[in-house]
């Protein structure tokens, strides 16, 4: 007897840590930003705007029951335009935090009455129809059902909804995120994220006071109406201090360098888009002669002797070889500035690889090693030794060339 009341007095205290473990779960998490809650945050990051005025960092910002304190300065909920966050709706329930109504008590379900008796099955023929089955008797109907009492009126549905100036704190501690906040009386609160609304702001900032007159237009990234508005009454009566230049003036140049590096390569690929044709084209044409060339005054140049004395076609053939180097070479060149560019391939020549970065450079160096090699070949053209450098010089840009295509035929 003893051992049986010690398990139900066990079972009974399991219960009651089961029953109150359920209740302590089933409270609003105050970490949502409830009414209970008390929240700060630091932060050196962002730029932040109240009633016009320019708020220096670092920002300390608390969230208290009924205020926001802002650097020591308390904020209540009448102070700004919450409008937007109280359409959201809030509340402390886990699907709307409305009053829960009792349903309506259920009625008595009538009984069924008897049900009939199935008379006999019909005998089968052959694969004969079996004879008819007995008819049942009426099912008993049921009573009618209770109406149920109107449901609980919840919030929106999902977790806990934070309450306007719960909300509102939020969006200021994206400061974090370098963002700009403004904050005005009455009015709505804007959010501005980097690389984007709140560059255009700095920048229209910067420009307002640097040239100080009124014909400066507000940036269209803006908007229209009361964000227009706002932007234009912070630029005209706007004080800044050093540190809000210094660091405005950073970003906004940081975000211009990489503005124009983006620029630079949207413009290469089109340019790559708009040569690839004709490059193209003119680089087969050459090839396809310049490997018929090469083969027709390949056994002339390397069995004349030394002692003989050249003849004006092999002149010629000399000149039309570095024809096709001169053309071949500034195909190269093009290819090679533009692949840079995009990114398509890497310059493994120690001498261009430095020089790469540099178009200009890289244009200058080229030519004028291109050039001074093509008036040497040229000048010493009858001399055999000259015309088999020209010979092998022209197979070399050829097959480069003919590399060119191929690379250029696997990215169509």
């Not at 413009?267 to 083969?295: C, K, N």
Request: charged share 20%; hydrophobic share 40%.
């Amino acid at each position: 007897m003893a051992k049986s009341q010690s398990l139900n007095q066990l079972v009974v205290a399991i219960a009651c840590c089961l029953f109150f473990s359920g209740e302590l779960l089933a409270q609003p998490d105050d970490s949502f930003g409830g009414p209970a809650s008390k929240s700060s945050l630091t932060t050196d990051s962002g730029y932040l705007f109240v009633n016009g005025e320019y708020v220096s960092p670092p920002y300390q910002l608390e969230l208290g029951k009924d205020v926001i304190v802002i650097n020591g300065t308390e904020y209540s909920q009448s102070d700004f335009d919450l409008s937007e966050y109280e359409n959201r709706g809030w509340g402390a329930g886990r699907r709307g935090g409305g009053i829960d109504w009792p349903r309506g008590d259920v009625g008595p379900r009538g009984d069924g009455g008897p049900r009939g008796d199935v008379g006999p099955r019909g005998d089968g023929g052959l694969r004969g129809d079996g004879g008819l089955r007995g008819d049942g008797g009426l099912r008993g109907d049921g009573g009618p059902r209770g109406d149920g009492g109107p449901r609980g009126g919840g919030g929106p549905r999902g977790g806990f909804q934070a309450s306007p100036l719960t909300s509102l704190y939020r969006d200021i501690g994206k400061l974090k995120q370098n963002c700009v906040v403004i904050l005005t009386s009455n009015q709505r609160r804007i959010v501005m994220y980097p690389n984007s609304r709140a560059d255009d702001f700095l920048e229209y900032l910067l420009v307002k006071l640097a040239d100080g007159g009124d014909e400066i237009e507000v940036p269209s990234s803006a908007g229209v109406g009361a964000d227009r508005e706002i932007w234009r009454h912070i630029a005209s009566q706007f004080q800044p201090t050093e540190e809000f230049l210094c660091r405005a003036q950073k970003q906004v140049d940081e975000l211009n360098e990489a503005r124009l590096i983006v620029d630079g390569e949207v413009a290469v690929h089109q340019l790559s888009r708009r040569l690839h044709y004709p490059l193209t084209m003119l680089a087969l044409i050459v090839v396809v002669f310049a490997v018929g060339h090469l083969m027709t005054i390949a056994q002339p140049t390397f069995t004349m002797d030394d002692a003989d004395q050249p003849t004006d076609k092999l002149t010629g053939n000399a000149i039309r070889s570095l024809s096709i180097i001169a053309i071949l070479s500034a195909v190269d060149l093009i290819w090679t500035m533009l692949a840079h560019q995009t990114g398509s391939m890497r310059e493994l020549n120690p001498i261009g690889s430095k020089l790469i970065a540099d178009p200009l450079q890289l244009l200058a160096f080229k030519m004028g090693v291109t050039s001074f090699a093509v008036a040497i070949l040229f000048l010493y053209r009858r001399l055999p030794l000259t015309r088999k450098a020209t010979w092998w010089c022209c197979l070399v840009l050829t097959l480069l060339t003919a590399r060119w295509l191929t690379f250029h035929s696997l990215l169509a």
